[in-house]
């Protein structure tokens, strides 16, 4: 006796959940945060830990928190424009958002280099103190950051006007940047203020 | 709940750190150890957090598929004949 059996119904392949470029991007994320989690931690601890009034350490030179703060105002703008290119629009008005987003960031990466120039000329080394340690190795890996993903967003940019970037690539690029962007008010609180 | 809340009671008279005894900093006034123990909770949770963040979005990512795909796919065969 054999038994008709109802045929099954094809498998419905839909979209994926989550594209490779996202998924590794949000992986490698994860991971940057965790390493400047740990160096935030350090720097609360040995903080912490230094007798009162010693910390930041009294010849250390003031960090200039004026100007650093106008800085951060060029890279959260930035931040916004990237979240403008990734709106729903034109490719000729993407385009001009990432490339105001390049700019300045540009400007952001530039303050800080003669940040740094300025710090070093006045003694305020990475061996200096620990405080100059911490600002260096902080600061400097944000920065380094920041630098990467100017570059990654000037490659995107360019290949957007060519109407060569992929969404996914798009997305991954957006994520990174805003990562270099949120953690920046982050850092700027612990360390400057 | 009736089960949770014994559970919960054995645990915390059990993680007392004078029963434990296996924090040296975490009933410790003085600043510097109270920041350690901030520190530890804060490196702790922020992975579980991260991961459950990315986990929760990528359940509602297929939620909102399968919804779409429900949507889209034509009637089951029907058993009736």
Redesign the interface.
């Known amino acids: 006796m054999t038994t008709a059996a109802?045929?099954l119904?094809k498998p419905?392949k839909?979209?994926p959940?989550?594209t490779s470029e996202v998924f590794g991007m949000?992986i490698w994320v994860?991971a940057e945060?965790?390493l400047f989690?740990?160096f935030i931690?350090g720097y609360?601890?040995v903080g912490?830990?230094a007798p009162a009034g010693w910390w930041p350490p009294p010849g250390d030179p003031a960090l200039p928190v004026a100007s650093t703060a106008a800085a951060s105002l060029a890279l959260l703008a930035s931040g916004v424009a990237v979240w403008w290119a990734g709106r729903p629009a034109s490719r000729a008005a993407a385009g001009r958002a990432l490339g105001i987003a390049v700019v300045l960031a540009l400007v952001f990466v530039g303050y800080q280099v003669a940040e740094f120039a300025r710090l070093l000329a006045i003694g305020f080394t990475l061996v200096s103190s620990a405080h100059g340690g911490f600002f260096y190795t902080i600061i400097g890996a944000h920065a380094l950051h920041a630098v990467s993903a100017v570059v990654a967003l000037g490659w995107g940019w360019r290949k957007l006007s060519n109407g060569a970037l992929s969404e996914p690539l798009f997305a991954a690029l957006r994520i990174y940047w805003f990562f270099v962007v949120l953690l920046w008010p982050v850092l700027f609180t612990v360390v400057y203020l | 709940m009736s089960r949770a809340l014994p559970i919960a009671a054995a645990v915390a008279v059990l993680s007392h750190p004078s029963f434990a005894l296996a924090c040296s900093s975490c009933m410790d006034p003085r600043e510097g150890n109270r920041t350690l123990l901030s520190v530890t909770v804060f490196l702790s949770l922020l992975p579980l957090a991260l991961m459950g963040g990315i986990g929760g979005w990528l359940y509602r990512r297929h939620l909102a598929v399968e919804r779409a795909l429900l949507a889209a796919s034509p009637p089951a065969p029907s058993t009736e004949r």
Do not use: C, D, K, T
Request: aromatic share 6%.
């Open positions: 109802l045929p119904p419905v839909g979209p959940l989550v949000l994860f945060v965790m989690a740990g931690s609360n601890l912490a830990r």
